[in-house]
């Protein structure tokens, strides 16, 4: 049926093995992806640069690169590349005929450098502020496996993409859960790094602070090879992760050993949905039986909201910049009409913080952060299993913006990715895998997919590609597709 029938469900490792055996060229791997791209349904790239990515994978060079010209999106979110624009899910910025940027940050540089082909831009919620991708600008995202549902958010297209077979690794980044979530809705891998362990520079944001950058694939074999593309301090980085005993790829198979493992089987904030439950119970039981000594137990801080408030903090004040920087590109006064009721009302509670205040809310992320860490570092635990969400991928409108209540949808998101922040707060690393489906409804015919999250101590993604890829062995997920009408 054709190159991009037959190269939908391959991951990245083997497409670009298609390129390496001679069998297909870099162009025509690009091709097969411009079609899929072109005949989708599920308003997952909202920005085609389809001429950028023809372009590089006809380089004469590209076969020989590391991915060999495999097809690749941008989220629309900051991800700074060359000769693209970014409009972070801003109607405003939408409309503004913005200069494209002139340089890679270092992230995108690196995967230019091993031979991508940036094929478009995915689709966020504005400024990435919400669990679902529904922005006013572009429209919501459809989740393929249920297309009345979202594909979670912010990196919701992104996912959209994956999980709709377009490409087989898109770029995703995380300030709270933006990879893990939608990695959760859409049935795939996804990988939120330590923080410093992906540069964030020049002009991406701080390694200090909650957001970082990566992908979601279906395998975590893809995964682990993007984070060995990405991975290194730029300059003037302000934190350092040590970088790791040999690549992550090296790691997929490796033996875990025996570790200990402490599992969370309720939310701190509300109800959890029994499929949400069953994941994480069906992944203790299946982790016990691969030899892990697993038991009920986490750090006590998950179960307060002590977290909670440097983090809400924390995320109105970036609010607040994003809103400064939007009047600096839009050369005037940003107004209540050039932005969603969410995010005008989140910056004007930024507007009321002082640097006081700031500076309390940032101490007391730190005082959380060594509250989080201690659980491994000092009890002794090497993995927390918990629920990456507390529901079912949700239906699309659930958490629209309500003029008379702004502040609603970040309630209603806050019990949906009850497990997710802390995680950025405290810096560690953490795993989304697609270990449970819901039983096949009407709109859901494969079922819905439910996604477990493990976390490992500071810079120790080693360990978790090792018990993800063993996980991946012992209950395979690749072969589960969404139907696509």
């Known amino acids: 049926m054709g190159i991009a029938h037959d190269t939908r469900w391959l991951d990245a490792h083997d497409q670009v093995a298609l390129v390496r055996s001679g069998q297909l060229s870099p162009s025509e791997l690009v091709a097969a992806a411009i079609e899929r791209i072109e005949a989708d349904g599920h308003n997952a790239v909202i920005r085609a640069t389809f001429d950028d990515a023809r372009g590089s994978a006809a380089g004469p060079a590209t076969a020989r690169t590391p991915l060999a010209g495999l097809p690749f999106l941008m989220k629309d979110l900051w991800a700074a590349t060359e000769g693209q624009v970014a409009t972070d899910g801003n109607a405003a910025l939408k409309a ?46 459809r989740n393929p496996w249920d297309r009345t549902r979202s594909p979670g958010g912010s990196s919701g297209g992104a996912a959209a993409a994956v999980a709709a077979g377009l490409v087989p690794v898109a770029h995703a980044s995380d300030g709270g859960g933006s990879i893990r979530i939608p990695a959760s809705c859409c049935g795939l891998v996804g990988l939120k790094p330590s923080q410093g362990r992906i540069s964030a520079g020049p002009g991406e944001g701080d390694e200090a602070g909650l957001g970082v950058q990566l992908v979601v694939s279906r ?27 040999r690549p992550y790829v090296d790691e997929v198979g490796a033996d875990p050993g025996s570790l200990r493992i402490g599992f969370l089987a309720h939310s701190p904030r509300g109800e959890l949905h029994p499929d949400c439950r069953a994941a994480v119970e069906h992944t203790a039981a299946l982790l016990s039986s691969l030899g892990h000594r697993v038991e009920a137990a986490n750090p006590p801080i998950l179960d307060s909201d002590e977290y909670l408030r440097p983090f809400s903090a924390m ?56 509250r989080l860490r201690a659980w491994w570092a000092t009890d002794g635990w090497d993995l927390l299993l918990t629920p990456t969400v507390a529901d079912l991928p949700p239906q699309l409108g659930v958490m629209a913006t309500d003029r008379e209540d702004p502040i609603s949808p970040f309630r ?50 080693d360990v978790l590609i090792r018990v993800a890829a063993q996980l991946e062995t012992a209950a395979p997920w690749a072969h589960r597709r969404p139907q696509l009408g």
């Open 315 to 370: 995320w109105s004040s970036n609010t607040g910049l994003n809103l400064r920087r939007l009047a600096e590109q839009l050369g005037r006064p940003v107004t209540a009409d050039d932005v969603e009721p969410l995010t005008w009302a989140l910056g004007q509670r930024a507007g009321r913080f002082s640097g006081t205040d700031l500076a309390a809310s940032l101490a007391a992320a730190v005082g959380c952060r060594r």
């Open 96 to 141: 503004l005929p913005a200069a494209p940027y002139a340089a890679d940050s270092v992230l995108v540089a690196r995967w230019r450098a091993a031979g991508a082909s940036f094929a478009g831009r995915t689709n966020t919620p504005e400024f990435g502020l919400l669990p679902t991708t529904e922005p006013d600008a572009f429209g919501p995202t």
């Open 219 to 245: 395998t975590v074999r893809d995964t682990a090879w993007f984070l060995d593309l990405a991975a290194g301090p730029g300059v003037g980085d302000t934190i350092v992760a040590a970088p790791p005993a």
């Open 412 to 461: 209603y998101s806050g019990a949906f990715a009850a497990f997710t922040s802390a995680f950025n707060i405290s810096h560690q690393p953490a795993i989304s895998l697609p270990m449970h489906w819901s039983a096949p409804t009407d709109t859901a015919p494969e079922g819905l997919p439910v996604g477990v999250q493990l976390v490992a101590d500071y810079g120790r993604e």
